[in-house]
C-alpha cells in the first residue's frame, strides 16, 4: 500500500523533534540509572531479593493508580502556559530532587531501615514523575495530526531515548571499578544520583520551553477543574476512564505493551547475572566492560538500525504488521540467547543483541505512534480531546508491568536458587536462569501478537477519521 504524503504543514520542525526528543531522554534516564542501581541494592546494600523486588514494585503499582488522575488533569488544565508545560516544568525539578534523595543509602543501616527509606522516598520519586511523564506523552500524541510524521515523531525520540540505555550501563564501571572514582559501590550510587538527577531536570524542561502545544477549540474546554465543581469533575473523571477503557484498539495496545514490556523487564536484570556469574564465574574484575558494551550495543543497534528500519516497515505495511513482524524478530534473538551466552567465547553475547532489539525498539515506536491514532477515533466518537487521559492509562498498564515485572523478577531469582551472599552461583542455578531468561519473554510475546492481529486503525481508516474530525470542528491549530 502507497502511503499517503505527509503535508508540510503537518510536519513537526527537527527543533521541536529534538525537544521531544530531550523528554524521551528523560524519561529513559530515571529507569535506565534505576536498572543499574537496584542491582547494588541488592549487591552493595545487600538486600534480600524478594525484599527487593517488593520495595521495586509497591511504589510503582501505586503510582500507577495516580496517572489517570494526572491525565484528567493536564487535559482540563487551561491557563496561559497551556494544558501540559506548566506540570512539565514543575515535574522535572520534583523527578530530579527527589532522585537525588532516594539514593542517599548506607549499608551500615539495617536492613528494615533502607527498606523502609527506599519505599517511602520511592513513592515520592513516583508521583514526581508522574507529574512530568503523564503531561509530557500526551503532548507528544498531540504534536501532528499525521499518520507517518506520528510514527517519525515518535522514532526520533526512542532514538533520543536510548541514549540513556547507552550510558547508564557504564555506571557499572564507575560504581563497580573501585581503581576508577568510587572506593565502594554504595558510594558510587549516591554520588551518581546526583548527577542523574541533575541532568534530568535541566533537559527535561525543553519540550515545556520548545515544543508546541495542540490549540483546543473553546467548545472543548468544558471541564473547569475547581473545589465549587469537585463533585462534576470527579463524575468527569471515572466517565473518562470508562471512555477510555471500552476503546477496543486502545485496550488492545495496552495489552500488547503490557506482555511484551512486561517480559522484557522481568528479564532485564538476567543478563547482568548471567554475564558475571555464567561467563565469568562471579569475578566482576573479569566481567569488567562487559555488562555495560553489552547493554550499550543493544541501545545502540535500537536507536540506529532498528527504529528507522521499523519507522521504514510501518510506512510500507502499517503499523500493526510492522510491530507482528518486529516481536517476530525478537523472538528468534531470544532463543539464539541459549548459545550467545557463551563462556568460551563472550564476544558471542552481541550476535542476538540486534534481534532482540526489534522487540522493545518497535514496542514504543509503533504503540506511542498508534495511540495518538487512537485519541483520533475517541475524538471522533466521544467529541473531546483526551491525550493526557489515553497517556496516562496506557503508561498505567507499563507501570503495573513493570512493577509486577520488579516483583516477579525477585521471586524467579529465588526459585531458580541465586544467591546474592555467594561469590558464585550452582551450575543448576545457572541453567534455570538462562532458561528462564529466554522462554518469559517469548510466551508474553506470542500472546502479545495474537492480541494484536485484529487492531482495527489501518493508514486508510486514519485518514478517514482526521477527515470526519476536519468536517466536524475544523483545522486545530498548533
Partial sequence: MAPYKTAAEDKVPFGQKAAYGAGQLTINLYPAALGVFMFYLIYGFKMDPALAGLVAALPKIFDALIDPIMGFLSDNTRSKWGRRKPYILLGTMLSGISFMILWQLYPENSQAYNFIYFLILSIV??????????????????????YNERTRLMAVGQVFGQFA???????????GNPDLFFKESTEGVRVLSLWVGGVSIIIGALPALFCKELVLPESQSESKLSMKNMTSNLKEFWQAIVQTLTCKPFVKLCGATFLIFNGFQTIAQFSYFIILYYIFNGSMTEAGYWPPM??????????????????????????KNAFIISTLLSIVGYVLKWWGFNPANPWLMFIPLPLISFGIGGLFTLM????????????????????????????????????????????????????????TQTAESLIN????????????????????MKYSISEKRALEIRQALIARRGKVKH
Avoid: H
Wanted: aromatic share 14%.
Fill in 125 to 146: 520519586f513516583f508521583i514526581s514523575f508522574t507529574i512530568y511523564s503523564t503531561p509530557f506523552i500526551g503532548l507528544g500524541y498531540e504534536m501532528t495530526p499525521d
Fill in 165 to 175: 540505555w547507552m550510558i547508564a550501563p557504564w555506571f557499572w564501571s564507575l560504581i
Fill in 294 to 319: 553489552y547493554s550499550t550495543i543493544n541501545a545502540a543497534a535500537t536507536a540506529f538500525l532498528i527504529i528507522p528500519i521499523i519507522t521504514r516497515i510501518s510506512t510500507r505495511v502499517g503499523k
Fill in 368 to 423: 506511542m505512534s498508534m495511540t495518538a491514532d487512537v485519541c483520533d477515533l475517541d475524538e471522533l466518537n466521544n467529541g473531546t480531546r483526551r491525550e493526557g487521559m489515553f497517556g496516562a492509562v496506557y503508561w498505567l498498564m507499563v507501570k503495573i508491568g513493570n512493577g509486577l515485572a520488579m516483583l516477579v523478577s525477585g521471586i524467579v531469582l529465588k526459585m531458580v536458587g541465586f544467591n546474592q551472599n555467594a561469590g
Fill in 433 to 452: 536462569l538462562r532458561l528462564a531468561d529466554i522462554i518469559i519473554p517469548i510466551i508474553f510475546a506470542l500472546i502479545a501478537i495474537w492480541m494484536m
